[in-house]
């Protein structure tokens, strides 16, 4: 079955740095799309970059374009997301999620396969 674990979680100072990780498994990584959420409490959850299957195309959220980057290596079926010049507003849960077929959508209602998640706080 599909799994997907996150890591990379902590907590920072605003304008610091984290990179998130999500190990894949169960499934066959390059005909997934697969990508990055959030949600903060009382919040729904969020579309922050998703990778389209076969690495077609990259989807970022506005809220993180130009600060977040989104990557992946297929050797090692592992997500990455690189999160520079954090804000208070960037404190969340973070979620890796995949879905089969390319998709580039940000709403979390399409996306079949979520992680657990991994907690990340900044601190003003």
């Known amino acids: 079955q599909v ?7 902590g907590s920072v100072q605003a304008g610091g740095s ?8 169960g499934y066959r990584y390059s005909r997934y799309s697969i990508g990055w959420f ?14 389209a299957a076969n690495g077609y195309k990259i989807y970022y959220a506005n809220s993180v374009e130009g600060r977040f980057t989104i990557s992946q290596d297929n050797a090692k079926n592992t997500l990455y997301l690189q999160m520079n010049s954090l804000e208070p507003e960037d404190t969340a849960m973070y979620y890796c999620a995949a879905t089969e077929g ?13 992680g657990q998640g991994t907690q990340v706080t900044v601190s003003s």
């Open 3 to 9: 799994q997907l674990v996150e890591s990379g979680g």
């Open 18 to 25: 984290l990179r998130l990780s999500c190990a894949a498994s």
């Open 38 to 51: 959030r949600q903060a409490p009382g919040k729904e959850r969020e579309g922050v970059a998703v990778i």
């Open 102 to 114: 390319t998709i580039l959508n940000l709403s979390s209602r399409v996306w079949n396969y979520w």
